[in-house]
């Protein structure tokens, strides 16, 4: 007698949101490499500001983390992924109108900025609200699981995104290329219109948003030295090609999209069946050397296996730490605990653009990525630590 396997209702929902965060991602994804060429390239503001457009979007993230995780505690993840959604749609509308004002560069860039704060909240929202939906769907002890699945499609739309823009921008310019993004995330809206949501906890007593994350900052700490080096890629990768007079310039974000995807496809388990520490560990050493691989790069092909390295050890470092964080915090405050972990990616992100921008004017684009490698070591470092801590509490 043949067995049918019964179709997992939550697992099917995890999908969904997986989708959906993919969809919606993809307005970041395609404005990340046009940003800087519009800021400086058409408004002729310079590297500093062109960082300062990208980076600006994730102080936004930053700075809004802990409101998306206490709404999705205490109003429902759905709610908060519903608000995100919307704020994406007004964020890219409203970088659309910058595009239109490119011959004004002050009042174009001042918009810009506008639309980029708007999409790092709308960015803050719907992350949280579908990992706090997706461990609700699918229970704690899967955790990484979850992370692994919603930073596949992050980086999976970063990946596709990317070149994206960049056919849209020298076909329609920046502005046509905003009108595109205002549409994936109306289309997340409708699928997202009939889908069940998880149950808040309204009445759950709460300690302050710091004292939670004050439980969890090491974790934080070593994600946000992780994500300087992919952050440097996203900003000033095509830069650093377009000043090498190299090809090939858009495949960057590419080439860390295939491997981060490859990883979180192939080990997305690891961290759920060996520990974070451990994922975490041989990740930013790989990391590293991708670094360090694009910095000495003396021809494109190599400049692009180091990207390639990059996205294999930054994959799964997210999922690692945020199962070590969601062990550690009481289900009610799981929203607010990851709201905090993530807010020290958005960090790396949002500073790594405008002080990135100053290290490339003073010692070349190169530069950026040293840095990257000098951070991953740094959060290998912190790992070892933590690992070191944990062995000697078990023995």
């Avoid at 429902?76 to 490119?102: E, N, S």
């Avoid at 639309?115 to 709308?122: D, E, F, H, K, P």
């Avoid at 920046?174 to 997340?188: D, H, K």
């Avoid at 690692?320 to 020290?344: I, K, Q, Y």
């Amino acid at each position: 007698m043949a067995f049918q396997s019964t179709p997992d209702p939550a697992r099917g929902r995890l999908m969904l949101l997986s989708a959906i965060l993919f969809i919606s991602y993809l307005c970041i994804g395609i404005s990340f490499p046009i940003v800087p060429l519009y800021v400086s390239g058409q408004l002729l503001l310079g590297n500093v500001w062109a960082g300062l457009g990208v980076g600006i979007a994730f102080l936004a993230t930053i700075l809004t983390r802990g409101y998306a995780g206490v709404l999705s505690d205490h109003r429902g993840a759905k709610v908060a992924v519903t608000r995100g959604l919307a704020f994406y749609i007004v964020g890219a509308l409203t970088a659309l109108v910058a595009g239109l004002l490119a011959h004004m560069p002050l009042s174009s860039f001042l918009l810009l900025l506008l639309g980029r704060l708007a999409l790092g909240l709308g960015e803050s929202l719907v992350a949280v609200g579908v990992i706090a939906w997706g461990i609700g769907s699918v229970g704690p002890a899967r955790s990484g699981r979850v992370l692994a699945l919603v930073g596949a499609a992050i980086y999976g739309a970063l990946a596709v995104g990317g070149p994206i823009g960049l056919m849209s921008f020298s076909r329609f310019g920046f502005a046509g290329t905003m009108a595109i993004s205002a549409v994936l995330p109306f289309l997340g809206l409708v699928a997202i219109w009939r889908v069940p949501g998880v149950a808040p906890h309204p009445g759950e007593q709460r300690p302050p948003f710091w004292n939670v994350v004050s439980r969890i900052w090491l974790y934080g700490a070593i994600v946000c030295l992780q994500g300087i080096g992919f952050a440097a890629i996203g900003a000033f990768f095509t830069l650093y090609f377009l000043d090498q007079g190299w090809n090939y310039a858009g495949l960057g974000l590419t080439a860390f999209g295939v491997g981060f995807v490859l990883v979180r496809v192939f080990f997305g388990h690891l961290p759920d069946r060996i520990g974070g520490l451990p994922v975490a560990l041989g990740s930013l050493a790989v990391e590293a050397v991708g670094q360090l691989l694009i910095w000495s790069a003396t021809d494109p092909v190599l400049a692009l296996a180091g990207a390639f390295l990059t996205g294999l050890g930054c994959s799964l470092i997210y999922p690692s730490m945020g199962r070590e964080v969601v062990r550690r915090v009481e289900p009610h405050l799981r929203g607010t605990a990851l709201g905090g972990f993530s807010a020290f990616q958005d960090l790396a992100y949002g500073l790594t653009g405008p002080f990135a921008g100053l290290l490339a004017d003073r010692a070349g684009y190169g530069s950026v990525f040293l840095a990257g490698a000098i951070a991953a070591m740094a959060g290998l470092l912190i790992a070892f630590s933590l690992r070191r801590i944990r062995t000697v509490a078990f023995n």
